[in-house]
């Protein structure tokens, strides 16, 4: 009824069925009556499994310096090994992609590959940084 994880359905605490179109209490998706929203583009009326228009490849990580990932309680912070050299590694087990510094990949002359969309960076002291390499 919830959303939330950590019981079953007929130990939620929550009363009222919430709406997972809307997020609203009081009904469920399937008699929601506002309108469904693609998540690709941005249009009425369907959703993004069925839009024909080209996918929206613009993920979401954080960046953050070594030191910044002490602050932070769902970050480890540890050192890994790239061609025998000693690197600090930030692991967040819930993120969906993994970076390397720029100056990294020169210094341990890694080849880079382009990729073919766009990716925003959020950081939070900087904002977000968009890039395509």
Do not use: W
Request: proline letters at 5%; hydrophobic letters at 30%; aromatic letters at 4%.
């Amino acid at each position: 009824k919830c959303g939330e994880v950590g019981h079953k359905i007929a130990e939620c605490p929550q009363k009222e069925d919430k709406c997972f179109r809307c997020g609203r209490l009081g009904h469920r998706a399937d008699v929601c009556r506002e309108k469904v929203v693609c998540f690709n583009c941005g249009e009425e009326d369907h959703k993004s499994p069925e839009c024909k228009k080209p996918k929206r490849m613009i993920e979401k990580a954080f960046a953050l310096s070594g030191e910044g990932a002490d602050q932070v309680y769902n970050l480890i912070r540890g050192t890994c090994f790239i061609h025998d050299t000693p690197l600090v590694a930030i692991i967040d087990t819930g993120a969906t992609h993994s970076f390397i510094s720029v100056d990294c990949v020169r210094r341990l002359n890694i080849p880079v590959t382009e990729i073919p969309s766009r990716l925003r960076i959020e950081t939070p002291s900087s904002g977000s940084v968009v890039t395509q390499l």
